[in-house]
């Protein structure tokens, strides 16, 4: 299967200060990807659609402000958390779309732990 | 509304014993993917249907892709303490993001 890195794997931040997480399609070339935030024990909730060369699409409550996304190239994308609160403490995982005949696949970064202090 | 239902919601069974998780909706959708999820990591995808009662298998592992490819099911054989996880079905249509169930967190107990 197609492999997406992430990085950093975890972070601790100080309240106020922006992190950035960076998505990467290893060997294979992804147009969009996508940004989740997983809670404890719950499922995968979608934050925004990232375009490679346009503006990501932001879900329903989600501050575009806040969350702010880069697609630069076609195997990255950059999640920036903008301000950090605790509140933001969570486990972001970014996917990416293979895409293959008939179909598209999503895998799925390993995902990193941000911890708002 | 939640477009994909997954049942059962938590399972807690004996190591060696049988078990299906189920994928239920009232949509078709044209492709359904299966992932794993172990606590910290990010979802591993299993499988990918496509066609209206495709079956896979992976090892001990069945797939099926429901006719009117609404529904799937994931059926484990013998299970063992390794598929203790997190078992997420996902619907797509083209290039738009995946409608995820709520999951099915499977405990196997030695």
């Known amino acids: 299967g197609a492999v997406v890195s992430q990085h950093p794997s975890w972070v601790i931040c100080k309240s106020g200060t922006s992190v950035k997480i960076e998505c990467r399609s290893l060997d294979f070339q992804a147009t969009t990807m996508f940004w989740y935030r997983q809670f404890p024990k719950q499922s995968l909730m979608l934050m925004a659609t990232?375009?490679?060369?346009?503006?990501?699409?932001?879900e329903q409550g989600v501050e575009k402000d806040k969350f702010l996304i880069n697609h630069a190239s076609l195997t990255l994308s950059t999640l920036t958390v903008t301000s950090a609160h605790p509140e933001d403490s969570s486990f972001y995982i970014c996917s990416a779309t293979a895409k293959r005949e008939e179909y598209n696949e999503q895998f799925f970064g390993p995902g990193t732990r941000l911890t708002v202090l | 509304t939640q477009l994909l239902e997954q049942s059962p919601q938590f399972l807690s069974i004996q190591e060696g014993e049988n078990l299906t998780v189920y994928c239920n909706s009232s949509?078709?959708?044209?492709?359904l993917q299966w992932y794993r999820q172990e606590p910290g990591e990010g979802p591993v995808l299993l499988v990918t249907v496509v066609t209206g009662g495709e079956v896979k298998k992976l090892k001990r592992l069945t797939f099926q892709f429901g006719d009117a490819r609404k529904d799937s099911s994931l059926h484990i054989t013998a299970a063992q303490p390794g598929d203790t996880g997190l078992y997420l079905c996902?619907?797509?249509?083209?290039?738009?993001?995946?409608?995820f169930g709520k999951g099915t967190r499977l405990s196997v107990i030695a």
């Open positions: 990232s375009n490679e060369g346009s503006k990501a699409t932001y």
């Open positions: 996902a619907g797509g249509w083209g290039n738009t993001p995946l409608v």
């Open positions: 949509s078709v959708f044209s492709s």
